[in-house]
């Protein structure tokens, strides 16, 4: 049992809707607004590649939640220690975000949990965000009572960001930490690195936090000599 | 008693002055406080809010608890649990007699309150009616009309999202418009089984029989889960003659027809054809326009009947995925305040058309029919004109025609070089057969769900 109170079910800080590049998302992010403040669709279903912020989006969901004095529980199922229990009288909470649920497909019990899950957040009234990597029809799941559900309420792709919203929704995020990212530098870190969003913001925190130790300003030079490239 | 809640209220109180907002709600909020004698119990919801409260704050709970009352608190208890006993057995109430001539309605005398659980929206005037389903709907009514009378039990069965919770549903609403004092329970098998488990922990299974037992109409959903659970299974099956014994109703659905269940008990499975067994096939086109627009309609939006078309040819499958096409057109026209049109409708479901357009191919049909009919691919291309292999064949090409754009000529090229008219003369007779075969009848339907899901 310890092993699982290791659970991250917490939330990142800076995951919120403010500090979401928005690009050509804004009307998930409308939506998903809506839902956390209890007043949109009761169920949203969202899908796009890794990085492409499911995963923030979720999460800002409960922090938003949370300031409108709502309750709410982020359950990421890719987390290896979790068995279906976690979903029990979860529909007691008024925003229940289940994030990663490709983690779960196919495997029978999970699926019927959820599905079961589904239904009894249904019946509550209360507000259910899904996220995964594929629509509902693409996600290998074996039950197709879970699988019309998922498809039932309304879908959202999360497209990736164009080349030119990268470097943007890197320059929020430097500004929202404080230090200032030129184009240049943006540009440079696009070209040489890997460009998912996932890696390129912490890509940025390494930065953010060695230019404050060496009390240095970002320049290619710097990075440079940081990233070892 | 009410110092002990008073207490709690105080130590919660102090905790979200402590804890983050986030950490608050999701860990202290959902405890329920019961009490227990002298002592309080605190009830977490599952096993991992327990650990986690008991790993990260029980010790400062009980610290609390200790200075809030001076060095003197109550025993305090963490239990993984939750003070509401059933769902759907509640409070208890005497509520007023029924009147009713015949056995149906009488349990109502006398009976507790409950909560029946049917959801008022679904009735039958916003079912939509058509080919696939008119024969589960008539059955419904009927049933409706004379519970406990004329086929006891219903049995309602068919793929995902086709509507058998709705007739359900309808059932319940069109009994207690017309007996408001019957007693109606309309629950998914899951809850039957959690109800029962949570009685036996309780201690409280005899209530649970007789409130189960003492039903006027019983209504419960998707019964395959009851697969592998064996005293579920026993409890059913008691409760389940009773009430047949008794004269009150039993509704039952499924997804597959009863004989197929796998995982209940035989018995079981031969009570369940004791009445009346009903399918409802996927909609065919013309319904699932129809369903589109009803919907529509329903929400006060207005969309053109070559909208409603385009959406009905693509997305197949079943309603529920209708509707949820629809929940995005709707949401997407809200955003942009755009004109519902065809064009809209292609970007706004770009995704979802892909797909199926991806799905159902040509080569896509020939293999799932190959694999249904257990023959070889290669086998329907080639020229063998074997019963065993020309009809596989026959329904291969007409589920091209169905469920493909392609042309005759093309679906005849795919299928080794034939003519078109081979592909014409494989369609109607298809068609014919459907009408007077009824193996073939549910070859079709089972081929259109596999290819469509």
């Not at chain 1, 309750?71 to 975000?97: D, R």
């Not at chain 2, 040509?362 to 249904?372: L, P, V």
């Amino acid at each position: 049992m310890s092993t699982q109170l290791a659970l991250p079910l917490g939330l990142r800080d800076d995951a919120t809707f403010d500090n979401f590049f928005l690009s050509t998302n804004q009307h998930c992010v409308s939506a998903l607004r809506a839902c956390a403040s209890g007043e949109g669709y009761p169920f949203i279903y969202i899908w796009g590649q890794q990085g492409s912020g499911r995963s923030h989006l979720l999460q800002a969901a409960c922090h938003l939640a949370t300031q409108k004095n709502r309750s709410s529980v982020y359950v990421p199922l890719g987390t290896p220690e979790l068995t279906p229990h976690i979903l029990q009288n979860l529909e007691q909470m008024n925003l229940v975000c289940v994030d990663d649920i490709d983690a779960i497909a196919q495997d029978k019990q999970w699926e019927e949990a959820l599905f079961h899950f589904y239904n009894n957040m249904r019946e509550s009234g209360q507000t259910l965000l899904i996220a995964g990597r594929n629509p509902p029809q693409r996600l290998g799941l074996n039950l197709p009572d879970l699988v019309s559900r998922l498809a039932w309420g309304v879908v959202f792709q999360l497209h990736p960001l164009s080349d030119e919203d990268k470097l943007a929704a890197l320059k929020l995020r430097a500004d929202q930490r404080g230090f200032a990212l030129t184009d240049e530098v943006g540009q440079f870190l696009l070209r040489r690195c890997p460009r998912d969003m996932i890696q390129l913001f912490a890509l940025l925190e390494t930065l953010d936090r060695a230019s404050l130790q060496a009390q240095r300003k970002l320049t290619i030079p710097f990075v440079k000599t940081v990233l070892g490239v | 008693m009410s110092t002990s809640i008073s207490l709690w209220q105080q130590c919660a109180d102090h905790l979200q002055s402590e804890l983050t907002p986030q950490e608050f709600n999701t860990w202290i909020r959902p405890l329920q406080v019961e009490l227990k004698n002298e002592s309080i119990c605190l009830l977490a919801p599952n096993r991992f809010v327990r650990e986690w409260v008991k790993k990260k704050y029980f010790d400062e709970i009980i610290e609390l608890f200790k200075r809030f009352t001076q060095g003197n608190p109550p025993k305090l208890f963490l239990e993984e649990g939750t003070t509401i006993v059933s769902p759907v057995m509640v409070a208890t109430q005497e509520r007023p007699k029924a009147q009713s001539s015949q056995n149906f309605g009488k349990a109502s005398d006398l009976i507790p309150d409950y909560q029946n659980n049917i959801n008022a929206l679904f009735n039958f005037d916003n079912f939509v009616e058509g080919k696939s389903n008119q024969l589960a709907r008539a059955a419904a009514t009927q049933v409706a009309q004379n519970p406990g009378v004329s086929y006891n039990p219903l049995f309602i069965y068919g793929g995902v999202g086709l509507g058998k919770t709705h007739l359900m549903h309808a059932i319940g609403n069109l009994i207690l418009a017309e007996r408001p004092n019957a007693k109606v329970v309309y629950l998914h098998s899951e809850r039957f089984v959690a109800d029962m488990v949570r009685a036996l922990q309780s201690n409280m299974i005899n209530e649970f029989k007789r409130f189960y037992r003492s039903v006027d109409a019983l209504l419960i959903d998707d019964i395959q889960f009851f697969a592998g659970k064996e005293r579920s299974q026993e409890e059913f099956f008691h409760t389940f003659n009773a009430l047949l014994e008794g004269q009150r109703q039993v509704i039952l659905t499924s997804d597959r027809y009863p004989k197929e269940i796998n995982g209940v008990e035989e018995r079981l499975k031969s009570r369940f054809g004791w009445g009346l067994t009903v399918a409802i096939e996927p909609p065919e086109l013309e319904t699932r326009v129809a369903i589109l627009m009803s919907k529509a309609e329903k929400v006060g939006i207005v969309i053109p009947y070559e909208v409603a078309f385009f959406i009905a040819k693509r997305v197949r499958s079943n309603v529920r995925e209708l509707e949820g096409a629809l929940k995005r057109v709707m949401a997407n026209a809200h955003f942009t305040g755009k004109e519902i049109t065809t064009e809209f409708v292609r970007e706004a479901l770009k995704d979802l058309l892909a797909l199926q357009d991806k799905l159902v191919t040509i080569e896509n049909i020939q293999k799932t029919t190959a694999e249904y009919f257990k023959v070889k691919v290669s086998d329907l291309l080639s020229k063998r004109r074997s019963r065993s292999v020309a009809r596989p064949r026959q329904v291969a090409m007409a589920l091209a025609k169905e469920l493909t754009n392609h042309s005759l000529p093309e679906i005849g090229e795919a299928f080794g070089g034939r003519d078109h008219t081979t592909v014409i003369h494989a369609c109607r007779l298809i068609k014919e057969l459907q009408q007077t075969n009824a193996n073939m009848q549910e070859d079709w339907a089972n081929l259109l769900r596999l290819l469509s899901n």
